[in-house]
């Protein structure tokens, strides 16, 4: 499985953006899709992951509603929704991909995209 990232960008604080994944290849092989983020001197970090159906997903405490993940299976790609967007959240964001159950590790992830920088200003 290959995935490739983008929408990454620079804005303002409390402006929104959109971050979207594309899968490629045996994507059959996918239940799970997620993403994470890096900051520059700090571990990888669990953003969202959300199920084959899209009907169930999970968010790294920090996100405290302001960011939605979905999928569109047809299209085998992923969103993350970002709203509100905060210096903090200045960071590479990568998206994976896992066989297994919603997984909020990143270990649990098998593939992996190239990343895409979102870099927010106050």
């Known amino acids: 499985v290959q995935l490739q990232a983008f929408g990454g960008g620079s804005v303002q604080a409390g402006d929104s953006l959109i971050l979207s994944c594309a899968a490629s290849?045996?994507?059959?092989?996918?239940?799970?899709m997620g993403w994470f983020r890096q900051a520059p001197g700090k571990e990888r970090e669990f953003v969202a992951t959300i199920s084959r159906s899209g009907g169930i997903g999970y968010y790294g405490d920090f996100v405290k509603g302001r960011f939605t993940m979905s999928r569109d299976n047809a299209k085998n790609t992923a969103a993350l929704q970002m709203s509100s967007l905060e210096p903090g959240d200045t960071a590479v964001y990568f998206c994976?991909?896992?066989?297994?159950?919603?997984?909020?590790?990143?270990?649990?992830?098998?593939?992996w995209g190239q990343g895409t920088l979102v870099t927010v200003s106050s």
């Open positions: 994976a991909a896992s066989s297994m159950m919603l997984p909020t590790e990143a270990p649990r992830y098998e593939y």
């Open positions: 290849g045996r994507t059959s092989s996918v239940y799970s």
